[in-house]
């Protein structure tokens, strides 16, 4: 039973965040309005949230070219260090 349960945990898709960027930040109670209130109290522009997954999403991307680029170059001294290992 306890693994079924792990099963379709893992299977369910997050919700969609509602608050904006601000307040999911600060851990804010947000009253979805454009802007909302803690924005507006701020003077910060008030961004959806979805928006950020965007960026992170590409932010993720950039990180992956920025992992092979260090794995070449560890590979490069690798071989420097070993020699070449076929």
Known sequence: MQDRHRIDKAQRR???PVSCQLCRLK???CNRQQ??????ARGA????????VIDRDRHEAVGSDKNA??????????????????
């Open 27 to 29: 851990k804010l109670k």
């Open 35 to 40: 802007p909302c209130s803690n924005c507006l």
């Open 14 to 16: 997050r919700q969609d």
């Open 69 to 86: 680029a260090v794995l070449a170059r560890l590979q490069k001294l690798e071989e420097a260090v070993f020699g070449k290992s076929d």
């Open 45 to 52: 522009t008030c961004e959806d949230a979805h928006v950020s």
